[in-house]
T-cell receptor
Framework: GENVEQHPSTLSVQEGDSAVIKCTYSDSASNYFPWYKQELGKRPQLIIDIRSNVGEKKDQRIAVTLNKTAKHFSLHITETQPEDSAVYFCAASRDTGTASKLTFGTGTRLQVTL | DAGVIQSPRHEVTEMGQEVTLRCKPISGHDYLFWYRQTMMRGLELLIYFNNNVPIDDSGMPEDRFSAKMPNASFSTLKIQPSEPRDSAVYFC?????????????FGQGTRLTVV
């Protein structure tokens, strides 16, 4: 089955700096890579996703890049703000037509300090 | 739509007791997932259903865990008997058909404490 590794497990940046979180996956057939943000005590919520037919996607201060050859993808947050502090999870899945499940990374706890 | 609804939000039970967690997925979503979240292991997929049929239960830790989905709008995760190591936050999530590779929407979770 799919195995997703995520690094780092914790990340502390100063407000205004950039943050980068990296993930690798094992199943070369995976074709959907979402990122979820989980604030303390709350549910995980999708913030951005990328499909295997593109290499990069941006949404305001966040961007995700995908390297299918190397089987890794990354989340980039620019101009970080205190409200970006949360746990971020990457995930991977592949569509087989009859089965689809997300395999999550172990999470990165991002702390944005003033 | 109110989103994925889970109940109860918090559950404290004594070791050996039966625990039942409940989930109502978003109407129209064909897939339902049960996850367990702990500090040590992160988000683990326990089981998921497609059109009320269990597809993959390989993540269910042991026979003490069971899940059902009697209809498209309701699912349960049962632990019997419960043990302290089952303490975790249990999330239910639902999504649309997979070939669209769409977002999985999570419920608020049930925080289970087994003492």
């Amino acid at each position: 089955g799919e195995n997703v590794e995520q690094h780092p497990s914790t990340l502390s940046v100063q407000e205004g700096d950039s943050a980068v979180i990296k993930c690798t996956y094992s199943d070369s057939a995976s074709n959907y890579f979402p990122w979820y943000k989980q604030e303390l005590g709350k549910r995980p919520q999708l913030i951005i996703d990328i499909r295997s037919n593109v290499g990069e996607k941006k949404d305001q201060r966040i961007a995700v890049t995908l390297n299918k050859t190397a089987k890794h993808f990354s989340l980039h947050i620019t101009e970080t703000q205190p409200e970006d502090s949360a746990v971020y999870f990457c995930a991977a899945s592949r569509d087989t037509g009859t089965a689809s499940k997300l395999t999550f990374g172990t999470g990165t706890r991002l702390q944005v300090t003033l | 739509d109110a989103g994925v609804i889970q109940s109860p939000r918090h559950e404290v039970t004594e070791m050996g007791q039966e625990v039942t967690l409940r989930c109502k997925p978003i109407s129209g979503h064909d897939y339902l997932f049960w996850y367990r979240q702990t500090m040590m292991r992160g988000l683990e997929l326990l089981i998921y259903f497609n059109n009320n049929v269990p597809i993959d239960d390989s993540g269910m830790p042991e026979d003490r865990f069971s899940a059902k989905m009697p209809n498209a709008s309701f699912s349960t995760l049962k632990i019997q008997p419960s043990e302290p190591r089952d303490s975790a936050v249990y999330f239910c999530a639902s999504s649309l058909v997979p070939h669209m590779n769409t977002e999985a929407f999570f419920g608020q979770g049930t925080r289970l404490t087994v003492v």
